[in-house]
């Protein structure tokens, strides 16, 4: 259900290769980090229904099937890996709620400006910051990824990275993102009896502080959980494309 992409360094998860090998040798289906099932709460508080979705670096998982069977209508599944989208296209040939194309999530321009209602990214940007030139390819993604949400649109990133790691990319300002953030445990982790969690549920946020970072007195009960941003679209960015200003910044 989950694996660690920590591990940068042992493969190398920014490369297409890397992915079309990976896919032919294990076809079925796998789900990173969590199913739709522990993500549902958050995907129907934040992307309802009748969204426009854009799943960015799909892969082989579950998800979108998942959500169109919890009623969602329209869900574009991109990822880099052939491979993948060729599967994923002949398994899903009599769902007209998905499409599958093959797409470098850097390079989106095959859509227009404030396409989409809502983007959800498991494990797709931690997979560019793995790779060679992370910084530049996550600005790239992230560009695209705000210029095609419509005002009001939400970029859901579940991902194993921290505040520390990830809202550096996320909180600049050119996005104009608000940004909410969750925590939830590995699928299967049981709470140990002497665990002194200091949060209720998760189905509440976790305050940032002002430079972004977790509060100092907060005790994940789980220390290898994910971490659920949700990106909200503030207002309506007055220049496209973005990556050339963020990339100044
Ligand atoms: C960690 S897997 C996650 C797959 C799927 N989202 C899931 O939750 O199981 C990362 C995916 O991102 C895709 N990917 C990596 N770099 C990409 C890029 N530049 N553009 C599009 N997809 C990319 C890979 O092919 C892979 O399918």
Same mark, same amino acid.
Not at 125 to 143: E, F, N, V, Y
């Given at each position: 259900?989950?694996?660690?992409?920590?591990?940068?360094?042992?493969?190398?998860?920014?490369?297409?290769?890397?992915?079309?090998?990976?896919?032919?040798?294990?076809?079925?289906?796998?789900?990173?980090?969590?199913?739709?099932?522990?993500?549902?709460?958050?995907?129907?508080?934040?992307?309802?229904?009748?969204?426009?979705?854009?799943?960015?670096?799909?892969?082989?998982?579950?998800?979108?099937?998942?959500?169109?069977?919890?009623?969602?209508?329209?869900?574009?599944?991109?990822?880099?890996?052939?491979?993948?989208?060729?599967?994923?296209?002949?398994?899903?040939?009599?769902?007209?709620?998905?499409?599958?194309?093959?797409?470098?999530?850097?390079?989106?321009?095959?859509?227009?400006?404030?396409?989409?209602?809502?983007?959800?990214?498991?494990?797709?940007?931690?997979?560019?910051?793995?790779?060679?030139?992370?910084?530049?390819?996550?600005?790239?993604?992230?560009?695209?990824?705000?210029?095609?949400?419509?005002?009001?649109?939400?970029?859901?990133?579940?991902?194993?990275?921290?505040?520390?790691?990830?809202?550096?990319? $996320?909180?600049?300002?050119?996005?104009?993102?608000?940004?909410?953030?969750?925590?939830?445990?590995?699928?299967?982790?049981?709470?140990?009896?002497?665990?002194?969690?200091?949060?209720?549920?998760?189905?509440?946020?976790?305050? $940032?502080?002002?430079?972004?970072?977790?509060?100092?007195?907060?005790?994940?009960?789980?220390?290898?959980?994910?971490?659920?941003?949700?990106?909200?679209?503030?207002?309506?960015?007055?220049?496209?494309?973005?990556?050339?200003?963020?990339?100044?910044?």
């Amino acid at each position: 259900m989950y694996r660690d992409v920590s591990s940068c360094n042992t493969y190398n998860y920014g490369d297409a290769c890397y992915w079309d090998s990976r896919y032919l040798q294990e076809g079925g289906s796998f789900d990173w980090y969590q199913r739709y099932s522990a993500l549902r709460p958050f995907v129907r508080k934040y992307i309802p229904p009748s969204s426009r979705v854009l799943m960015v670096g799909c892969g082989n998982a579950v998800m979108s099937e998942d959500m169109v069977k919890d009623g969602y209508e329209d869900i574009t599944n991109v990822d880099i890996s052939s491979v993948a989208i060729d599967m994923m296209r002949r398994k899903y040939e009599c769902f007209p709620q998905l499409k599958y194309m093959e797409m470098d999530v850097r390079d989106m321009s095959f859509f227009t400006d404030e396409s989409f209602d809502g983007v959800i990214d498991k494990g797709t940007l931690d997979s560019l910051m793995c790779g060679a030139d992370a910084r530049i390819s996550a600005a790239q993604m992230l560009a695209e990824v705000c210029r095609l949400l419509k005002p009001g649109g939400t970029y859901m990133l579940i991902t194993y990275g921290d505040p520390k790691g990830r809202m550096p990319h $996320l909180s600049r300002p050119v996005y104009n993102w608000k940004v909410t953030l969750y925590n939830i445990p590995r699928p299967g982790f049981q709470k140990p009896e002497s665990c002194s969690s200091s949060r209720k549920s998760h189905l509440d946020p976790i305050p $940032l502080t002002e430079n972004g970072t977790l509060p100092a007195d907060l005790v994940l009960e789980d220390p290898d959980s994910h971490f659920i941003y949700i990106c909200t679209k503030i207002d309506d960015v007055d220049t496209y494309p973005l990556t050339a200003h963020v990339l100044q910044g």
